[in-house]
């Protein structure tokens, strides 16, 4: 619930979410096991997707609406054939 939590304090403070602060975040979120299904999630202005658990997709979302852009765009790459292996979710790029 950490995440969620962190959410909570950015929102209430009025400060946004580092992209540092959001990468630890996805990378707790890759962590899978055998049967878990992986998902794109935490797409925003200046955030593309990335392969996470699904049950951690809402929470990454949430959290990727609240990270500072600055006003930074950025040009994504597509992702194919997500899985878990060796307990993180991964995709092959296009």
């Not at 992209?19 to 299904?37: I, K, L, P, R, Y």
């Not at 200046?46 to 950025?74: F, H, M, Q, W």
């Amino acid at each position: 619930m950490r995440p969620l939590v962190l959410a909570s304090l950015v929102f209430l403070s009025g400060c946004c979410l580092s992209q540092e602060e959001f990468n630890q975040e996805v990378q707790e979120a890759t962590a899978c096991s055998t049967g878990d299904t992986c998902v794109l999630a935490g797409s925003a202005q200046c955030l593309c997707a990335r392969p996470v658990n699904a049950s951690k997709a809402t929470e990454i979302n949430a959290s990727a609406g609240e990270v500072c852009c600055d006003g930074a765009l950025v040009d994504c790459v597509a992702f194919t054939n997500l899985r878990c292996e060796n307990g993180r979710c991964v995709a092959d790029t296009l």
